[in-house]
């Protein structure tokens, strides 16, 4: 089975509302091309101080998923909110929710972002995701025209055990929307986002934004990969669009040929 996609690239800042405006547009023009599966990057509603970021917070669905199920229903076709802020029971920290639309215009599912990015790096960024952000408590995967999808965001990359709990659960495609930092980016992106296929035996799909708030800046540089760890398609350092048509029968034959799932020996993992 082969399933065309498409990952946007985008630059988000402070407004809101411009940011859906954009983010919609990309996602229509990538759905009219024909893609069956549009996956948009982390954050794509706003970029900025942490007060605006809570402010933006919207339940799900509402008005920051409804420009996307628009797109979704007029093109028949999959959409993948790579994520926004979602109201939780914390007015402080709302979820870093993606949410992934049906062709219907309907929330399929919802996947809040497990791993927050609370990290100090030298000459590089600082940042307490914790402090603004909700996390998650469960992973998902969901199927898309009988391809299985595993949903996770940015920081996430860094913790493989989700990733093969994953592929254990069936995930064929790995999605990884993101702002990953221009810092940490350079060295560390491509490098654990092919490691993630090459583990799993998957696709990866991983829209990323770049650009954004003086300072801190994010890498871009999204990206497909091939169950092989082969990079078949890389944004160039724009706001735009990449494509390809992804093949299930190419998640079967690497597999098969290193047959790592299987070959698997949790008992002799434990350390005494």
């Not at 809570?54 to 093109?75: C, K």
């Not at 091939?226 to 706001?239: C, F, K, R």
Request: proline share 7%.
């Amino acid at each position: 089975m082969r399933l065309p996609v498409a990952l946007v690239q985008l630059d988000a800042t402070e407004d809101v509302a411009a940011n859906l405006e954009r983010a919609a547009a990309l996602a229509d023009q990538a759905a009219q091309a024909g893609a069956r599966l549009v996956a948009l990057p982390e954050y794509l509603h706003y970029r900025g101080p942490d007060a605006g970021f809570r402010a933006s917070a919207q339940p799900i669905p509402g008005p920051l998923t409804d420009p996307f199920a628009d797109v979704a229903r007029r093109h028949k076709t999959w959409i993948l909110i790579g994520s926004v802020a979602e109201t939780s029971d914390d007015k402080d920290r709302p979820y870093n929710t993606s949410v992934l639309i049906a062709p219907s215009g309907e929330v399929a599912a919802t996947y809040r972002k497990i791993h927050l990015f609370d990290v100090a790096v030298d000459a590089g960024p600082v940042d307490t995701e914790s402090a603004r952000v909700a996390a998650g408590g469960r992973p998902v995967c969901f199927d898309i025209e009988g391809t299985r999808v595993g949903l996770t965001i940015c920081y996430d990359l860094r913790f493989p055990e989700l990733y093969r709990s994953l592929a254990l659960a069936g995930a064929e495609v790995l999605t990884v929307p993101a702002n990953f930092t221009e810092r940490t980016g350079r060295d560390h992106w491509e490098v654990l986002l092919r490691a993630r296929a090459i583990e799993n035996a998957a696709y990866v799909l991983a829209p990323s934004q770049i650009g954004g708030p003086a300072g801190q800046p994010a890498y871009g540089r999204s990206m497909i990969i091939d169950p092989w760890g082969t990079v078949i398609a890389q944004a160039a350092d724009e706001v735009g669009i990449i494509a390809a048509d992804i093949d299930m029968d190419r998640v079967a034959a690497v597999r098969r040929q290193i047959p790592v799932l299987a070959n698997r020996r949790p008992e002799a993992y434990r350390l005494d």
